[in-house]
């Protein structure tokens, strides 16, 4: 059976927003409740925080988080390395990547990509963690999925400062929505139900901005209803335009 890791990357030194990660939502660090919401998984062997191995991340791995979660420390800047090795260590087939400014991402959706992943024979990339090739997906919701093979290819070229630091953009290019190369790494995707078919709502924290936005939504839907979806913050956002 293939080994399937979600790896949750984070760290405090973000240039637009520092440590935003562990800036509160409903009462808790932002990066704990990522953590309590992909917990709902079922398709997920292993739950990791990959975190830069250095004193400033310190705070991320003394987080209690309520349910076991692994912490692997590693490479500040190549994410590609630190994906890697923290794959390796946990004898991970399939990695699942999820960046740890993606505050609502939603299980039954990370959960559909895993299993349509798992539907074919040979590794590729999938995703719907944003709206590629035209799938209709709310940003920041779903996740990426694909085999650790890649990131052993990667680790042998001569990669930019960017292809380090982004790993989904070895695979993807996002600005002309289109895969990198598919004779090298296959790229797939699945629709977007209708019900929130929503490619205009972007759900993760780059800015100050960004993090008022989210916090709001939290405020406004955790206290009832805490593992809340992607339906009632469609809901949620309508009313608040009326």
Same mark, same amino acid.
């Given at each position: ?22 800036? &509160? ?21 292993? $739950? ?11 705070? $991320? ?28 260590? !946990? ?13 609502? &991402?939603? &299980? ?39 085999? !650790?093979?890649? $990131? ?14 982004? &790993? ?27 019900? !929130? ?46």
């Amino acid at each position: 059976m293939a080994i399937v890791s979600l790896i949750i990357q984070a760290r405090l030194g973000s240039t637009r927003l520092p440590n935003k990660v562990l800036k &509160p939502l409903a009462g808790k660090p932002m990066i704990y409740r990522i953590v309590e919401r992909v917990n709902r998984c079922n398709e997920i062997d292993n $739950l990791i925080l990959a975190i830069p191995d250095n004193k400033q991340n310190e705070k $991320l791995s003394k987080i209690k988080f309520n349910k076991k979660i692994k912490i692997f420390k590693g490479s500040e800047n190549n994410l590609v390395k630190r994906y890697y090795d923290a794959a390796k260590k !946990f004898k991970t087939d399939i990695i699942v990547r999820l960046p740890g400014d993606n505050c609502m &991402p939603e &299980p039954s959706e990370i959960d559909k990509i895993v299993s349509f992943y798992k539907s074919y024979k040979k590794p590729f990339f999938a995703s719907n963690l944003s709206n590629i090739l035209n799938n209709g997906y709310p940003d920041g919701i779903g996740a990426e999925v694909f085999g !650790f093979n890649f $990131l052993e290819n990667l680790l042998k070229k001569k990669l930019t400062k960017e292809q380090k630091e982004h &790993p989904h953009l070895n695979f993807f290019d996002y600005k002309n929505n289109k895969p990198i190369d598919i004779n090298w790494c296959k790229v797939r995707t699945i629709k977007c139900p209708n019900s !929130f078919r929503r490619p205009d709502i972007c759900l993760d924290v780059n800015t100050y901005k960004d993090y008022q936005y989210i916090k709001k939504i939290y405020d406004g839907l955790y206290y009832k209803k805490n593992n809340f979806n992607i339906k009632d913050i469609i809901k949620f956002l309508n009313y608040e335009k009326k």
